[in-house]
């Protein structure tokens, strides 16, 4: 399946389907990066998208992590 350029669609389209990446932090600051490099307008709301779904993640391995050292189960 080929991925369809971006001039050709929104980089927020809702209509696509969603795929789950894992990448380490450098990894997605990276990605970041790069996205930087286009205009604002085009990637503000993939930014936040991609810094929200992120922040959560960390959010939840830092509860976790901090219950297991509380001795705590997961």
Not at 12 to 27: C, F, G, H, K
């Amino acid at each position: 399946m080929q991925p369809t350029p971006s001039a050709a669609r929104p980089a927020t389209a809702s209509s696509s389907p969603e795929v789950q990446l894992q990448l380490t932090i450098d990894e997605l600051n990276l990605v970041l990066e790069g996205i930087g490099n286009l205009p604002f307008a085009r990637v503000f709301a993939l930014v936040g998208k991609i810094q929200a779904q992120a922040g959560a993640q960390l959010q939840a391995q830092a509860g976790a992590a901090a219950g297991l050292s509380n001795g705590q189960a997961g």
